[in-house]
């Protein structure tokens, strides 16, 4: 069952503050969360995607938290930096040359995922941070694309959740740009909705779904 802010949320579909995803206080006992915060915020801040980049990872946070109450440190850190490689990419020739767009690979999924634990793992060894809590950011992170086991299960929903939520206006703005094409939007988006495993993440998802379809279904037809 959804609530009134779960309604509130879905009702305004796409367009989402990018407000941070918890209080001060809330982060009293976290030592490397709030740093790594931090860290996704001025890596994205230096490649100029601020606020359509950060809105995806707070809500992200924010779903997890929703999903899994009990969600410790490590977990916050995994939500937060899922995307990182996105602000050290990877180069996307070897997966733009067969025809399909490179976001829809798994090889390139599985990449970027990697990436991005590496990414993390790094700066928080840096940080000198606990070698447990290391070992399962990088997990999480490495399969949030996919999935696997449960943490890595919940970091995808809750990252199918927030893009879906969040993400159709950005991908219109991609297509306006020509550089996506209208089949691999729609691909996305239901490649989004249909690896979510749990069934509560479902049940969030599924409105936002429907309306980023026919959101983007209406664009379609108006132009
Ligand atoms: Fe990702
Ligand atoms: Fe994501």
């Known amino acids: 069952m959804t609530d009134r802010t779960d309604r509130k949320i879905i009702k305004n579909t796409c367009v989402i503050p990018a407000t941070e995803p918890e209080s001060r206080k809330s982060l009293e006992n976290m030592h490397y969360y709030p740093k790594v915060k931090k860290f996704v915020k001025e890596s994205f801040a230096k490649k100029g995607k601020f606020s359509d980049e950060l809105r995806h990872f707070w809500r992200t946070v924010y779903w997890l938290k929703k999903l899994d109450s009990k969600a ?14 996105r602000a050290f990419p990877i180069s996307r020739s ?19 995922g990697r990436a991005g634990a590496f990414k993390v793992e790094e700066f928080l060894k840096k940080e000198r941070a606990p070698g447990a809590l290391i070992k399962k950011v990088k997990m999480m992170i490495s399969g949030h694309e996919y999935g696997g086991n449960y943490w890595q299960n919940l970091l995808k929903d809750a ?25 691999d939007i729609f691909k996305k988006f239901d ?8 069934r509560q993440a479902k049940a969030y998802a599924k409105p936002m779904y429907q309306k980023c379809v026919k959101y983007l279904n209406k664009f379609y037809k108006d132009t």
Not at 166 to 175: D, I, S, W
Request: avoid cysteine; charge should be neutral.
């Open 72 to 85: 410790d440190e490590a977990m916050l850190i995994a939500a937060v930096a899922h995307d990182i490689e």
């Open 94 to 112: 070897k997966w733009q040359k067969n025809g399909k767009a490179y976001f829809l690979q798994r090889s390139f999924s599985a990449a970027h």
């Open 159 to 183: 990252d199918s959740i927030s893009f879906l939520e969040n993400q159709g206006p950005l991908f219109l703005k991609f297509h306006r740009s020509g550089s996506l094409a209208s089949d």
């Open 191 to 198: 490649w989004m909705y249909g690896r979510i495993t749990s």
